[in-house]
T-cell receptor, first 111, second 113 residues
Framework: QKEVEQNSGPLSVPEGAIASLNCTYSDRGSQSFFWYRQYSGKSPELIMSIYSNGDKEDGRFTAQLNKASQYVSLLIRDSQPSDSATYLC???????????FGTGTKLQVIP | EAGVVQSPRYKIIEKKQPVAFWCNPISGHNTLYWYLQNLGQGPELLIR????????DSQLPKDRFSAERLKGVDSTLKIQPAELGDSAVYLC???????????FGPGTRLLVL
């Protein structure tokens, strides 16, 4: 079992719709969670971090964490073609510095 | 503020040759990471440094890979000898403090022929 699991996709949504990306993790000691966006041929860039149960909103992005279910999600409202990328979920343990990445979900926003 | 710097950006070598990658983290970041990323996969940790100390190198193939961060700032990752399966993107990242937020460099794309 992988420590951080994501559906590889692709997830296709029409422009303006809500994209919902999901992630599960196996280590109950995980304390920090991150969503990174990676465009093709580029390096990952941080979108959101979340540390406590509930929702965290930043602009069009909302991260949701449910530690009891070991589940993290990222919602992208009003999806734009420029949001088309691979989204990596990551979980951190051990004083936050050991981070494990999932394989990523490819998102395609159709104009 | 300058980001994480890596060089070279691209490298093509023949198998069995040595290769080295260099990384300069964001100023003040004491934690430095080297990752390997294959196509369609997430980054996989090779080694993590806290200042000069390698605190997690369990995934580093020590028979051919080595790394150093002598002064706790920039770092070098070396492969000797390179194998065909080493073709991948090598990412360097750095972070500061205890929140684990990592900032990635542009990566080095290695092709072993």
């Amino acid at each position: 079992q992988k420590e951080v699991e994501q559906n590889s996709g692709p997830l296709s949504v029409p422009e303006g719709a809500i994209a919902s990306l999901n992630c599960t993790y196996s280590d109950r000691g995980s304390q920090s969670f991150f969503w990174y966006r990676q465009y093709s041929g580029k390096s990952p860039e941080l979108i959101m971090s979340i540390y406590s149960n509930g929702d965290k909103e930043d602009g069009r992005f909302t991260a949701q964490l449910n530690k009891a279910s070991q589940y993290v999600s990222l919602l992208i409202r009003d999806s734009q073609p420029s949001d088309s990328a691979t989204y990596l979920c990551a979980a951190g343990v051990g004083g936050y510095q050991k981070v494990t990445f999932g394989t990523g979900t490819k998102l395609q926003v159709i104009p | 503020e300058a980001g994480v710097v890596q060089s070279p950006r691209y490298k093509i070598i023949e198998k069995k040759q040595p290769v080295a990658f260099w990384c300069n983290p964001i100023s003040g970041h004491n934690t430095l990471y080297w990752y390997l990323q294959n196509l369609g996969q997430g980054p996989e940790l090779l080694i993590r440094y806290e200042n000069e100390e390698a605190v997690d190198d369990s995934q580093l193939p020590k028979d051919r890979f080595s790394a150093e961060r002598l002064k706790g700032v920039d770092s070098t990752l070396k492969i000797q000898p390179a194998e065909l399966g080493d073709s991948a993107v090598y990412l360097c990242a750095s972070s500061s403090g205890g929140l684990g937020t990592q900032y990635f460099g542009p990566g080095t794309r290695l092709l072993v022929l």
